[in-house]
């Protein structure tokens, strides 16, 4: 196959482009042409994804900024976030590919929501109402939501974070699905998410025994908002704990193990000498130890148990001066009967 010459009106400039792109490997040329084919189609596969899911009447409703590797889709009035979302994407994908030995290197695509509603048709109404992110990493789209819409404080940085690590984390793995704790696990420490809340959160589960099985965390998107933050914690937990037993690289052996095997279970023995059933039982018991403590800082917890606490200590020693009254009373009646039989006046 020869490449196409530069012919026709270009004249002089034409045949000396023919002539450097001679001198090109064919090679070479060939992944470049490739490169560029790529690229157009994924944009182009965006772009299908837009209108297939009925959210845009027409291409002219979305606008789309570019800074490789990341293409964004948004409305015009979110110009000004989309360039924010464009430039910390661009930041934080080069440390998130290296923290999970990802070297794909490809392009990912962030959609900019600008309703709720429209947040639901993208997402194909699969996301809790408590969610405001969500990811098709098989596609290498993030969904996110627009800071037009009204909500609680939403830390958005940390939110574009965990949904581009899910991203990653399924490139690092070669496209093949994780479990689910491990997933959020990754993508919540890789975001730096996790505060004061929801580590007491999980200490008031492991103190009161209402904690999930690692693989019943796979349903955590039909948990409500409470319990799903316990589910969360622990998956953050639980991978910090990996890493702090073995090691920060121990994230990339996953990875690495798990483009081999495609099993949690094999992938963790490879990578740790342990399956997943032995590594739950090890950070659980090392989960009660550290819960000992800290869930006398949960406040409402803590009210609650102390006043329990009065509330039964208050019944024990009205129980006990009820007691002694009695024994009291009895021993007066006692005392009166005696004096009675002994009295000169019988």
């Given at each position: 196959?020869?490449?196409?010459?530069?012919?026709?009106?270009?004249?002089?400039?034409?045949?000396?482009?023919?002539?450097?792109?001679?001198?090109?490997?064919?090679?070479?040329?060939?992944?470049?042409?490739?490169?560029?084919?790529?690229?157009?189609?994924?944009?182009?596969?965006?772009?299908?994804?837009?209108c297939l899911t009925g959210v845009c009447s027409s291409a002219a409703s979305w606008q789309r900024l570019y800074h490789y590797p990341v293409l964004v889709f948004h409305h015009a009035e979110d110009r000004?976030?989309?360039?924010?979302?464009?430039?910390?994407?661009?930041?934080?994908?080069?440390?998130?590919?290296?923290?999970?030995?990802?070297?794909?290197?490809?392009?990912?695509?962030?959609?900019?929501?600008?309703?709720?509603?429209?947040?639901?048709?993208?997402?194909?109404?699969?996301?809790?109402?408590?969610?405001?992110?969500?990811?098709?990493?098989?596609?290498?789209?993030?969904?996110?939501?627009?800071?037009?819409?009204?909500?609680?404080?939403?830390?958005?940085?940390?939110?574009?974070?965990?949904?581009?690590?899910?991203?990653?984390?399924?490139?690092?793995?070669?496209?093949?699905?994780?479990?689910?704790?491990?997933?959020?696990?990754?993508?919540?420490?890789?975001?730096?998410?996790?505060?004061?809340?929801?580590?007491?959160?999980?200490?008031?589960?492991?103190?009161?025994?209402?904690?999930?099985?690692?693989?019943?965390?796979?349903?955590?998107?039909?948990?409500?908002?409470?319990?799903?933050?316990?589910?969360?914690?622990?998956?953050?937990?639980?991978?910090?704990?990996?890493?702090?037993?073995?090691?920060?690289?121990?994230?990339?052996?996953?990875?690495?193990?798990?483009?081999?095997?495609?099993?949690?279970?094999?992938?963790?023995?490879?990578?740790?000498?342990?399956?997943?059933?032995?590594?739950?039982?090890?950070?659980?018991?090392?989960?009660?130890?550290?819960?000992?403590?800290?869930?006398?800082?949960?406040?409402?917890?803590?009210?609650?148990?102390?006043?329990?606490?009065?509330?039964?200590?208050?019944?024990?020693?009205?129980?006990?001066?009820?007691?002694?009254?009695?024994?009291?009373?009895?021993?007066?009646?006692?005392?009166?009967?005696?004096?009675?039989?002994?009295?000169?006046?019988?």
């Open positions: 196959m020869s490449k196409p010459p530069f012919s026709g009106g270009f004249g002089f400039i034409g045949r000396l482009l023919e002539n450097c792109l001679a001198k090109i490997p064919y090679k070479l040329y060939f992944l470049y042409t490739y490169r560029v084919w790529e690229s157009c189609m994924r944009r182009f596969v965006a772009l299908i994804i837009l000004a976030y989309a360039r924010k979302v464009v430039s910390l994407a661009a930041e934080e994908l080069p440390r998130l590919r290296e923290s999970l030995g990802d070297e794909t290197g490809r392009e990912i695509r962030i959609v900019i929501a600008g309703t709720l509603q429209e947040f639901s048709r993208l997402t194909h109404g699969q996301i809790p109402e408590w969610g405001v992110g969500a990811s098709d990493p098989q596609s290498a789209v993030i969904y996110l939501q627009s800071p037009r819409i009204h909500r609680a404080r939403i830390n958005r940085q940390r939110v574009l974070i965990h949904e581009l690590s899910h991203v990653v984390l399924s490139w690092a793995v070669g496209g093949f699905s994780v479990d689910r704790w491990f997933d959020e696990g990754v993508a919540l420490h890789l975001s730096g998410e996790g505060d004061l809340y929801g580590t007491l959160r999980l200490a008031r589960g492991v103190f009161s025994g209402q904690v999930y099985a690692l693989h019943e965390i796979e349903e955590v998107l039909s948990f409500p908002s409470e319990n799903a933050t316990l589910a969360y914690q622990q998956s953050v937990s639980a991978v910090r704990y990996l890493i702090r037993r073995h090691g920060e690289d121990v994230l990339p052996r996953i990875c690495r193990a798990l483009r081999f095997y495609h099993d949690m279970d094999s992938a963790m023995l490879q990578a740790i000498g342990q399956d997943v059933t032995d590594f739950e039982a090890e950070w659980m018991a090392a989960l009660r130890v550290s819960s000992r403590w800290m869930v006398l800082l949960d406040m409402p917890f803590l009210i609650s148990f102390v006043l329990v606490m009065l509330f039964l200590a208050a019944f024990f020693m009205t129980v006990r001066r009820v007691r002694e009254k009695k024994r009291t009373w009895k021993e007066e009646d006692d005392g009166f009967e005696a004096v009675e039989k002994d009295s000169p006046y019988d």
